[in-house]
């Protein structure tokens, strides 16, 4: 199980892990997009990745049908690693 410390701004949240099943990936315009199907909704969603480096990604929400034009490093979550099973979450 993966755990989310979320930072924002001043504010701090623990959210629990969600689940998803990849229907596809792909590469366009150097940047990472996953088809997935949520498990506990079996609602399809779309997320927009960029891969810095083996510590660091950027990823976006692209919405059901991979909305394209979305810069993940601009105007989506920076993840990097923090030990072994957390990652630390800060939106810009």
């Not at 229907?23 to 969603?45: F, I, K, P, S």
């Not at 997320?47 to 989506?76: M, S, T, W």
Request: with cysteine; glycine share 8%.
């Amino acid at each position: 199980m993966f755990l989310f410390f979320i930072t924002y701004k001043r504010f701090y949240s623990l959210f629990s892990e969600r689940t998803y099943l990849c229907l596809g990936q792909w590469e366009e315009d150097g940047v990472m997009y996953t088809y997935t199907m949520r498990n506990d909704t079996a609602t399809n969603e779309c997320f927009v990745g960029l891969i810095v480096n083996d510590e660091e990604i950027y990823i976006k929400e692209a919405g059901g049908h991979c909305i394209r034009n979305i810069d993940p490093k601009q105007q989506g979550m920076r993840l990097y690693k923090k030990g072994k099973r957390f990652m630390r979450c800060t939106y810009s």
